[in-house]
């Protein structure tokens, strides 16, 4: 298997030259912010329906910048989807396809050798940091966040611990680091509010010098556990009793506890409420400290999320109507596992209140920061700048086609061109294979498959399909 994936990385390796961009680089490249949320569906937050949650701080992000109403996460579940923001790799070409698990802690690393969307900012001259989950290799393996274009780490480097908001310890560059009161047993420090405090601190480092700032935010993805403060009393005030979730054996803290698991929550509905609302506090406090520092003109913030909403640990993503007008959740290739809310600001350079309709996804995040840095992007990559679009400057170029594949629970795969969507599930046995195809400008929550009516289509999407991707000897979606 070794032989094979140094052939595999070889061939990515091959088409990785650079080229030039359209566009002339900016007399005075931005500060970025990329803020990820973890498992937040399209319909949690205020200015996209929820009724429930309140969002307030990122409500006012999306009026002040523009929202993208077509915009595709890399993956339906955790790392993939960072994958393929990470390299400008669909799931069918990026090396991580998968959450494949390394014991005791961590998952299958990144190698190392590939140009990523951190590595283009370095080159450029940034600070880059990275605070929050990462899921793509452990310190001292080709996958740490040091390894890949990042200055600074400061969190969950493995994404099966970041089940859990008390964790004993969370990773600084590489260095394990004790929570105060935490054991596993006793909960005392809630660990994403340690990494906010440290992302503002990176800001405040790093005020008089171009910076990049990944957030990858860890809830509100299972378990279910929000500090007993005025925002979770808000949400129990709002909701009265609950029917409580009760975690399996091993799922509560103390001497039993499995770390992959999600303990009990009395009050669910208002934990879940109270975790989203929690990320818009964060949102708040970022926007807060680049108006406190100065920044704000010359700074521009990204807020999206992975995935679609997950239903773990308790978590109801009907009950808050979760996806929106979507079908699906979290490990589903329909919308509601992969299309996402995106809100991008940039005061005086992105128009305010404006909306794009533009098909977009994760891997375009390379390419877009290239141009805007000046830097070259790598050949090969399936992402397109979104340049154009955020400025209103010059033709938006746009994708022929955009795919994924999911390699658990039988194997899925889908495809969208134009307004066409094909969705494959149990790949990896022919004789279970579904074929469906959805006509997502006329039923955007894929309610009627039109595949029997429409077999040449379906051919032709098919074939498409089977070009999008190649083989990888650590991600084979094909074997069991």
Not at 40 to 67: H, S
Not at 132 to 139: I, V
Not at 268 to 287: K, N, Q, S, T
Request: proline content about 7%; overall charge negative.
């Amino acid at each position: 298997m070794k032989h094979c994936l140094v052939i595999f990385l070889a061939l990515v390796l091959f088409s990785f030259q650079g080229k030039n961009q359209s566009e002339a680089p900016l007399k005075s490249p931005p500060n970025v912010i990329f803020i990820l949320a973890d498992d937040l569906g399209y319909g949690d937050l205020g200015f996209l329906g929820q009724q429930y949650i309140e969002t307030p701080n990122i409500d006012r992000l999306a009026a002040e910048g523009m929202v993208f109403t077509n915009h595709y996460s890399g993956a339906t579940v955790c790392a993939p989807s960072r994958s393929a923001f990470m390299t400008g790799l669909h799931t069918g070409h990026t090396p991580i396809r998968g959450n494949s698990e390394v014991q005791p802690e961590g998952q299958y690393p990144m190698p190392d050798t590939l140009m990523t969307i951190s590595k283009v900012f370095q080159k450029a001259g940034y600070v880059t940091g990275a605070f929050g989950k990462w899921g793509l290799g452990m310190n001292e393996t080709t996958g740490d966040p040091l390894n890949q274009g990042f200055g600074e780490f400061y969190g969950y480097l493995c994404q099966r611990y970041a089940h859990r908001y008390y964790p004993a310890y969370l990773w600084q560059n590489g260095v394990q680091v004790n929570l105060p009161g935490n054991d596993w047993t006793n909960k005392v420090t809630y660990a994403p509010d340690l990494i906010q405090k440290e992302s503002l601190a990176f800001i405040e480092k790093n005020k008089d010098m171009p910076f990049f700032l990944f957030m990858p935010i860890v809830t509100p993805h299972a378990e279910l556990a929000a500090p007993d403060d005025g925002l979770f009393q808000k949400y129990r005030n709002k909701f009265g009793e609950e029917k409580p979730h009760l975690a399996p054996p091993g799922g509560d803290y103390g001497p039993e506890m499995k770390i992959p698991g999600y303990q009990s929550e009395p009050y669910p509905h208002a934990a879940f409420a109270a975790m989203v609302e929690r990320i818009d506090r964060y949102v708040g406090e970022v926007v807060s400290k680049l108006e406190e520092l100065g920044l704000s003109e010359n700074t521009l913030i990204v807020f999206t999320s992975d995935n679609g909403a997950h239903r773990e640990g308790g978590a109801d993503p009907d009950f808050f109507d979760s996806n929106g007008p979507f079908r699906g959740y979290k490990r589903d290739l329909y919308e509601g596992g992969i299309h996402v809310p995106l809100v991008v600001k940039w005061p005086g350079k992105i128009k305010a209140n404006s909306s794009s309709d533009h098909v977009s996804a994760f891997w375009d995040w390379l390419p877009t920061f290239a141009e805007l840095l000046g830097e070259k992007s790598p050949d090969g990559i399936d992402g397109i700048s979104l340049v154009p679009t955020l400025l209103g400057k010059g033709n938006q170029a746009e994708h022929e086609t955009l795919y994924w594949e999911f390699h658990e629970l039988g194997g899925r795969q889908a495809l969208r061109k134009g307004d066409w969507k094909l969705v494959k599930y149990q790949v990896k046995d022919s004789s279970k294979t579904s074929v469906e195809l959805f006509d997502l400008k006329n039923d955007p929550g894929e309610l009627t498959d039109l595949a029997a009516q429409n077999p040449q289509i379906v051919e032709e999407l098919e074939v498409l399909l089977e070009k999008s991707r190649w083989s990888n000897p650590v991600f084979n979606l094909f074997e069991n």
